[in-house]
């Protein structure tokens, strides 16, 4: 038994069976055994690896989707350059040396907030993120201000729900205790939409309350967000709740705290949690579309040319992985949001 397992049986016989979020939050997030408290997860090392780890390519695209957005937001001299979950920090450090290059007005205007909860990464993110930056638990310890916000691979990691369908009635997904053992089980009938026998239906009330928040801020000050994740544009039935260590898949009761996991973004609901908080919310596209329209190509030709034979060979390899269809280019979804009225930042809302 993991140290978190003890505590989550302890839990679950003094409570009853759990809902799948406190289980989620407790296996990412508990304060002494929590998947993130308790290690740096990224990396070949480490469990998985994100977009920026593939290639600073990624945080350079977005650091000029971020000098177009500070234009697009009339360019104010003071903006926060938020971001949730910032992991080792990579992304953060590559989109400052690119504005630092092309946005002297957004260099000067920016002061960095980085939302992180756990304190093995942000002492990661100190060293690669350079001086200035402040940290912060959640959103609303952020101070208001004209704001520019990034979240990759955030929302997948913020807990979910799970309903599923079995004659004709909807039950939560519960865990439970089993002599000593964590099981899954099912709650009494919960009212529900129409469905079919089967259907898995995820929830994620803690992702929309955040998705409501940053609508909020765009709605009182100017500002720009861009999510990017895995996930689908329009909500559907599907159980996409996925636990995963040394890159593989696991079970979900697989030693908790040791695996990480996540489920798949509702693009769908996301966005109607940013509208109904205030924003204007553009339409989602592929992190393949949206890196293509940023310059992907051109940009690993120009690092392409100056590099050896096995150099072009790896940046080949980085650039598919990042965009092509079967890999990380259709799966992962980008979506922004901007304060209402605003010029839509490229390349959203160009049609
Ligand atoms: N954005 C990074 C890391 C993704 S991993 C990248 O693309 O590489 C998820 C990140 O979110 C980690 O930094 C993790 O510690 C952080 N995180 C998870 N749950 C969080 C929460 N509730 N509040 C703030 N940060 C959280």
Redesign the pocket.
């Known amino acids: 038994m993991t140290p978190l397992e003890i505590v989550l049986c302890d839990l679950i016989a003094t409570d009853g069976p759990m809902r799948l979020d406190r289980f989620m939050g407790l296996c990412?997030?508990h304060p002494q055994h929590g998947y993130?408290v308790t290690r740096d997860?990224?990396g070949a090392e480490g469990d998985f690896i994100?977009?920026?780890?593939v290639s600073q390519v990624f945080g350079e695209l977005i650091g000029i989707w971020a000098a177009g957005a500070h234009v697009a937001m009339g360019e104010p001299s003071r903006v926060n350059l938020v971001?949730?979950?910032?992991?080792?920090g990579?992304?953060m450090a590559d989109m400052r040396r690119t504005i630092a290059k092309i946005s002297p007005a957004l260099a000067a205007a920016i002061t960095i907030h980085l939302?992180?909860?756990?304190p093995v990464?942000r002492n990661r993110q100190r060293q690669v993120v350079g001086p200035g930056a402040s940290w912060h638990?959640?959103l609303d310890e952020v101070p208001d201000a004209p704001m520019i916000l990034i979240?990759?691979?955030?929302f997948?990691?913020?807990p979910i729900r799970q309903f599923e369908m079995q004659d004709g009635i909807w039950r939560e997904r519960l865990i439970g205790l089993e002599n000593g053992h964590l099981v899954r089980g099912l709650s009494g009938p919960v009212g529900g939409p129409d469905g079919r026998d089967g259907d898995v239906a995820e929830y994620a009330p803690a992702r929309e309350a955040i998705a409501r928040q940053i609508g909020e801020r765009l709605a009182r000050q100017p500002g720009a967000a861009l999510i990017i994740d895995y996930g689908h544009l329009t909500s559907a039935p599907g159980d996409t709740l996925q636990a995963m260590r040394k890159h593989g898949f696991r079970e979900i009761l697989d030693r908790p705290g040791e695996c990480d996991l996540t489920s798949h973004v509702d693009f769908e609901a996301l966005g109607h949690a940013l509208w109904d908080g205030g924003a204007a919310v553009l339409p989602a596209m592929t992190q393949r579309a949206f890196l293509l329209a940023m310059g992907l190509e051109a940009r690993f030709e120009r690092l392409s040319q100056r590099a050896d034979i096995l150099v072009a060979q790896a940046l080949r390899r980085q650039m598919a992985r990042l965009a092509d269809e079967d890999q990380m280019g259709n799966l992962f979804k980008a979506l922004a949001a901007t304060s209402p009225g605003m010029q839509s930042p490229y390349p959203f809302g160009q049609t």
Request: glycine share 10%.
């Open positions: 990412l997030g993130y997860p990224l994100t977009a920026p780890e971001e949730l979950g910032p992991g080792r990579t992304l939302v992180e909860t756990s990464l638990m959640s979240a990759n691979e955030f997948d990691a913020i």
